[in-house]
Nanobody, 124 residues
Framework: QVQLVESGGGLVQAGDSLRLSCAAS????????MGWFRQAPGKEREFVAA????????YYAESVKGRFTISRDNAKNTVFLQMNSLKPEDTAVYYC?????????????????WGRGTQVTVSS
């Protein structure tokens, strides 16, 4: 079983940056593709970004392309989401998920484990 713990959320102003982290338990972190999703109040969970186990292949939602960057440090069992030029519409609870597969996915149903989330609030 994999345990995931997100951190790094907070309250920022539009245009600011935040870096989210997701620490994973276990010794085979490279076997897991990782993804970031977010859920705003009253909305469904939506895909943000995903990264392969090796860190080579990355996918982004159109709404965050050019502003967000996903990365991972396999030596530290951690995946990151660097968020720049934040907008009020980025406000949501951000979750990281893991799936035992080579590549990530934009579908939340393909992830096996989830963290509890970290709140990101962007004021205008």
């Amino acid at each position: 079983q994999v345990q995931l713990v997100e951190s790094g959320g907070g309250l920022v102003q539009a245009g600011d940056s935040l870096r989210l982290s997701c620490a994973a338990s276990g010794r085979t972190f490279t076997n897991y593709a990782m993804g970031w999703f977010r859920q705003a109040p009253g909305k469904e969970r939506e895909f943000v970004a995903a990264i392969s186990g090796s860190g080579v292949t990355k996918y982004y939602a159109e709404s965050v392309k050019g502003r967000f960057t996903i990365s991972r440090d396999n030596a530290k069992n951690t995946v990151f989401l660097q968020m720049n030029s934040l907008k009020p519409e980025d406000t949501a609870v951000y979750y990281c998920g893991s799936r035992m597969a080579m590549s990530g996915s934009s579908s939340s149903t393909r992830y096996d484990y989830w963290g509890r989330g970290t709140q990101v609030t962007v004021s205008s």
